[in-house]
């Protein structure tokens, strides 16, 4: 089955639905140190646990999508050798240059990398770049650990 790629909108607050402004209320709150929890985040703005880890990472204020030049990835790996390598090709070759690279020790034949990268010199989107590495068979698992500038 082809995976459905991710489009984005550009939106005015207003029309939002209240839990998405509420979300975007608690990570600010979280991302300057107001609350040290996300149950007092969503506490403070009246908003369910449940609400905000469905939207918190599908919701974001305009000015820090234009911004965005760096991001961290979190890779599930089979442990194979050259999958390392294979995968920092495939990053230069999207054009991202490598910020840092940390890998776990492997156990049970898996182990988790989490790279940083600069996407300003990026050739394609985000998107493309993580739906290609979903169809590699050593990863299991790729996910946006943050994006910004």
């Known amino acids: 089955m082809a995976q459905k790629k991710e489009q984005f909108y550009l939106v005015r607050s207003d029309v939002l639905p209240e839990s998405m402004q509420k979300t975007m209320e608690a990570k600010e709150l979280l991302e300057r140190g107001k609350v040290g929890s996300v149950h007092e985040a969503v506490k403070k703005v009246d908003l369910s646990r449940s609400a905000f880890y469905k939207y918190r990472d599908t919701v974001f204020p305009f000015q820090a999508m234009v911004k965005e030049r760096i991001i961290t990835l979190f890779f599930h790996l089979e442990d194979r050798s050259g ?40 050739m394609c989107s985000v998107e493309d770049m993580i739906a290609d590495f979903k169809r590699l068979e050593f990863v299991d698992k790729v996910e946006i650990l943050s994006s910004g500038a």
């Open 83 to 122: 999958t390392l390598s294979h995968l920092l090709a495939m990053v230069a070759k999207a054009g991202c240059n490598i910020l840092t690279i940390h890998q776990t020790i492997p156990l049970q034949g898996k182990a988790n990398v989490t790279l940083s990268l600069n996407t300003a010199g990026m």
